[in-house]
């Protein structure tokens, strides 16, 4: 229904227009026919329509399974026919002959194919079997369905060399290296819904969720720490996961403790051999400031990142004092209220922003920090700024590859992975130079980490991930070959049926009858019901309350809960149908049921609204939408009201632009419950005020009350925005529904007939002469210009205009008789677009959603609005992937390949080495420099250096502890020991507890890892360092015997001893070299 206060009259819009609308500026059709082959237009008669070709696989796609989409690719040209490609081609085709769908064989009905839908954000995504655009993985855990895990998520994962662990909200997860390539158990199986095509895996018993993990190689434990403040230790030698035997059960902790009061967010082994554990906020990052803290909670040391001053809220709290002797124009009673309100809204944003925290992140709160092997320290905030550093807290580098948040990093030999919440992995140098980049989940990089041969991700999802440490490489090259050609091996395809509801219901209500007769029907072979009305509820007042709702996370209201359950109850929604969620804004509403027997195949569904009306701000105009995963592909529903008047094409045009490039789905998080959600709706009962008196003031002046209220609300809404929105970028947002296997567009886009009188479309109308009125349609003349709906279809109409009739008046003579006689139109549509690049082509993973109307028809019989029902029926054929048996299939392809069997074992090379001596002694402020050094003129070695047995040696007794090595160059690394005593506990220079304490003549052994810059293995020199407190001088011991190449003994540098225990070097002049024996 549109707005009697702001509308025009047809027949005055009428005047102004020439029969047939003004040729564009563009090609005109008839020079493109004569230049190309071509679908030809259909003119008065269904016989008419010209047949269609298939399309041939010479096209390159992506794969859409976890919603890793691509725009770009050639359209693919079937021999001899047209294709939209270029923008400005469209045609009317229709199904193959005896071409029928379903069990029931139902016949598709023709289709128009508007132009424009080869370029841009209308292109159609390219698929693949496997993802050309990143490196093959390993789907250890494909995405899982967001309702599966309630309770359940991943939120941490560890890694060895044999196993991968993973810390749950319930608990903690195995599995083992050995079995990565297993088929899942499957719904047979034991495991819950969710992992039917996760790898073989162990789960814990039922524990507080675990926060962290930390893996201790040498005792064989994996360590975790948990929000009810325990500590627990994990055996990694866990029986056989996944069995389907009854006596399978979950494995138990080997020790438990209760640590803190709080939750346990971090720990860390500092050597692997060690044999104790750190604990209790390892690492805290908040706005910038890196803490880190012993076991005993007191701060070791704390690096201060000096912040950038936001100076824009001080001085927006200043006075302004302006010089008296500068005369002012005097400011009007009008302007002086709108500085008042303007200013107090200021006023209340910034205390809001400040109450809660600031509705947005801080981009230099630091998210993740990791260090790598040459010792330096790296950490990302939320600008997606890298920041390197060195050990002693100064700072080297900054790099900024991208513009997302920093989630988290990982290294391995010299590379440095970096995930961001945009769900992009990049790949860095030790320089921090980008070497490579991909996007591997649909959803932000939680966790990274390395082992058995991988780079395992964590999506916020749950899916897992693991990327050969060889990516990017040759490797990928083959494996994708390999991989694509058992395509048929695990390739499915599943049928479902969608029915998509339509209804301007112009604010009022309908019997159960009237949605029986729309809905119940024709629902019973249908799996999926999307439903979308328009103008539920209208109003001044309702608009403006909407549109702030809107900006605190709020929808919905009490009439758009009463349609979604009574379509519910027409639907026998209890027993048939389950309700599977919904989106309002202002008038407009959609809703989605799935039939329950296809319920484990759909989920994950977000909800997004873009407002077209009153400075884009308002929802009396604009789009609500739904997105969903069906078999694994992505499907959009958006239900459009578009700007009225017969003369407002343009408008309607710029409104489904907005709406296709600004719809961004989202999870519709609500802040109701939370501190920042409070504060925000003191501010949106203080915004609320402010409008309506603004709208008091103006409209007592004189002014309009439609302008009045644009005013008004456009101030609420611009003053919300700019709270939860304070930063603004220059990156244009990347449009959601592009990237869909399937987007429907329906709702009353408010098009019109054009050229025609309202006698003149009555009389046709009452002979059912569709095919002259279709000629006279706006939308398909636009969709032939390319001007909107680019490159999508919709079904030929053989139902009557659907606006504007009279309530309550049955069948045709129910339209308009009024003072105004509107002129009858096609208001009421349902248009869409799968992955086809041309009509009825065969699905597969390079076309995975193929789409067919079977049903597109209006309720004439529903009389309870101006507007009447239309409804519309597809039949989509969906193929998507087996991702346990192309898991199996990857296992095959990694065992048998030589070639693959090459570059693994090449993996293996590790750079010959040799270190100086094997044996040490230390004397008590002895420094010994032990030297390494790398023999290979190729290739450079990583070493890290690890102490066992007792720990006497301090934190800063081995420097450096790792960092890499040139090709045949060398690294001498300081090997210290001080004691602590004062010269007042020493007596003739012995410490008075030397009698209770048993440190004389104690060993410990540095362990010596070396690996190659890209190794998956390792070799280990081991160095016996031996302490004692004798005046004597302390020699070397024999050379090592396991040593290939010995280049001398090591170097001691002998320090002086300070009253307080402190150690001074001496000059190179009294540095010694000791004696090996």
Request: proline residues 4%; neutral net charge.
């Amino acid at each position: 229904m549109d707005t009697s206060v702001i509308e025009e009259e047809d027949e005055e819009a009428l005047a102004s227009l020439v029969p047939f609308p003004p040729r564009r500026k563009m090609h005109s059709y008839s020079v493109q026919f004569d230049q190309k082959p071509h679908h030809q237009i259909r003119k008065h008669s269904l016989d008419e329509v010209p047949r269609s070709t298939t399309l041939g696989n010479d096209a390159v796609y992506f794969d859409s399974s976890d919603e890793e989409f691509s725009t770009g690719g050639a359209i693919a040209i079937a021999s001899g026919e047209t294709v939209s490609n270029g923008g400005e081609d469209y045609a009317v085709v229709a199904p193959p002959p005896n071409a029928s769908v379903g069990e029931d064989a139902v016949e598709s009905l023709p289709e128009f194919i508007g132009a424009g839908g080869g370029a841009g954000i209308f292109k159609v995504p390219v698929r693949a079997a496997v993802h050309p655009g990143r490196p093959p993985c390993l789907e250890l855990r494909p995405h899982p369905l967001r309702e599966t895990q309630t309770g359940k998520f991943l939120r941490n994962i560890a890694c060895t060399e044999t196993q991968l662990w993973a810390g749950q909200e319930n608990g903690v997860r195995v599995w083992n290296m050995e079995e990565v390539y297993d088929a899942g158990c499957g719904i047979g199986g034991q495991v819950q819904r969710g992992d039917e095509d996760t790898a073989p895996f162990h789960d814990s018993v039922t524990t507080s969720p675990t926060m962290c993990l930390v893996a201790d190689q040498s005792n064989k434990l994996l360590w975790s720490g948990h929000k009810d403040g325990k500590i627990r230790a994990w055996k990694m030698d866990q029986e056989e996961p996944c069995e389907a035997s009854d006596d399978s059960e979950p494995f138990k902790e080997r020790i438990s403790w209760l640590a803190h009061r709080g939750p346990v967010i971090c720990g860390h082994v500092p050597k692997e051999d060690s044999s104790y554990c750190q604990w209790h906020m390892q690492h805290i990052f908040l706005r910038g400031q890196v803490l880190v803290n012993r076991f005993n909670g007191q701060v070791e040391c704390r690096v201060d990142m000096l912040p950038t001053q936001d100076q824009q809220g001080d001085d927006e709290t200043k006075l302004k004092f302006f010089s008296a002797s500068k005369k002012e124009k005097p400011q009007g009673f009008l302007q002086r209220s709108r500085n008042a309100i303007m200013g107090a809204a200021g006023a209340v944003r910034r205390v809001a922003t400040r109450s809660a925290g600031g509705f947005a992140e801080d981009t230099r709160k630091t998210e993740a920090i990791v260090l790598a092997v040459d010792g330096t320290i790296w950490t990302g905030n939320m600008s997606g700024q890298i920041v390197q550093w060195d050990g002693n807290g100064s700072r080297l580098k900054d790099v900024n590859h991208h513009h997302k948040p920093v989630l988290c990093f990982c290294t391995f030999g010299d590379r440095i992975y970096v995930g961001y919440a945009s769900g992009y992995i990049q790949v860095l140098d030790s320089d921090g130079k980008l070497m490579a980049s991909w996007v591997s989940h649909n959803e932000p990089v939680i966790k990274l980490a390395a082992g058995g041969g991988f780079i395992f991700s964590l999506a916020t999802h749950g899916g897992v991930r693991g990327w050969y440490v060889t990516s990017p490489g040759p490797l990928d090259n083959i494996i994708r070959k390999e991989l694509s050609q058992k395509e048929a091996l695990y390739a499915r395809q599943d049928n479902v049926r969608i029915l998509i509801g339509t209804w301007n219901v112009g604010q009022g209500r309908a019997s159960h009858g009237a949605l029986m007769s729309w809905l119940g029907s024709v629902a019973s072979d249908v799996g999926i019901v999307v439903i979308g009305l328009q103008e539920v509820d209208m109003g001044a007042g309702f608009l403006a309350m909407s549109a702030a709702k809107e900006t605190v996370g709020l929808e919905g209201s009490v009439v758009g809960q009463w349609w979604i359950d009574a379509i519910g109850k027409a639907l026998d929604e209890k027993n048939t149908f389950e309700r599977m969620g919904s989106r309002q804004l202002a008038g407009l509403l959609i809703s989605l049921w799935a039939r329950k027997e296809i319920r484990t195949h759909v989920g994950d569904l977000d909800v997004a609204a873009v407002p077209c009306g009153f400075g884009r701000a308002i929802g009396n105009k604009g789009g609500v939408g739904l997105r969903i995963r069906v078999y694994d592909r992505i499907m959009c529903f958006v239900n459009c009201h578009l700007a009225a008047h017969l003369e407002a094409v343009n408008r309607r045009n710029a409104d489904f632009n907005h709406i296709f490039r600004l719809m961004v789905f989202s999870k519709g998080h609500n802040l109701s419950n939370t501190a920042a959600g409070m504060v925000l709706f003191l501010f949106l009962s203080c915004s609320l005020g402010f409008s309506t008196y603004l709208f008091w003031l103006l409209y007592s002046s004189g002014l309009p009350w439609a302008l009045s209220l644009a005013a008004g609300v456009s101030t609420t809404a611009y003053t919300l925005k700019t709270t939860t929105n304070p930063t603004t970028g220059t990156e244009e947002v990347k449009s959601d529904l592009a990237a869909a296997d399937l987007i429907a567009f329906f709702g009353d886009f408010n098009y019109r007939l054009y050229g025609i009188t309202y006698d003149e479309a009555r009389d046709f109308i009452s002979q059912r002469s569709f095919d002259w009125l279709r000629e006279r349609d706006q939308l398909r003349q636009e969709m032939k210009a390319g001007n909107v709906f680019q490159g999508m279809r919709e079904a030929l109409i053989t139902f009557p205009p659907t606006y504007k009739f009279e309530k309550n008046r049955p069948g045709l003579g129910g339209y308009d008789s009024g003072e105004k006689k509107r002129i009858p139109a096609w208001c009421d549509r349902v248009i869409y677009r799968d992955t086809q690049a041309s009509p009825f082509s065969e699905s597969n993973l390079q076309c995975p959603v193929v789409s067919s109307v079977i049903m597109y028809e209006a309720c004439m019989d529903v009389t309870e609005s101006d507007h009447k029902p239309v409804r519309c029926k597809f039949h989509a054929a969906i193929a998507h992937v087996d991702k346990s048996v192309r898991r199996q299939e990857l296992g095959n392809i990694i065992r048998t390949n030589e070639k693959i069997k090459s570059i693994f074992e090449d993996l293996k090379f590790v750079p010959e080495t040799s270190v100086s001596t094997n044996s040490i002694v230390l004397q008590s402020q002895d420094t010994v420099i032990l030297t390494i050094t790398n023999t290979s003129t190729t290739n450079k070695a990583m070493f890290s250096i690890i102490c066992g047995g007792i720990t006497f040696v301090k934190d800063d007794g081995v420097t450096p502890a790792a960092g890499i090595i040139s090709p045949e160059g060398t690294v001498d690394v300081k090997v210290h020991h001080e004691d602590f005593q004062t010269m007042e506990e020493c007596v003739d220079g012995i410490p008075q507890s030397w009698w209770c304490e048993d440190t004389r003549d104690k060993e410990a052994i540095l362990m010596l890892n070396i690996r190659g810059s890209c190794s998956t293995t390792w070799t280990s020199h081991s160095v016996k360092v031996r302490h004692c407190y004798s005046a004597r001088v302390c020699l070397l011991e024999s050379r090592p015997k396991n040593l290939t190449k010995h280049l001398g003994g090591s170097r001691r540098h002998p320090t002086d001893k300070s009253r307080h225990g402190s150690t001074r070097p001496r000059t190179e002049d009294s540095v010694s070299r000791g004696k090996s024996h």
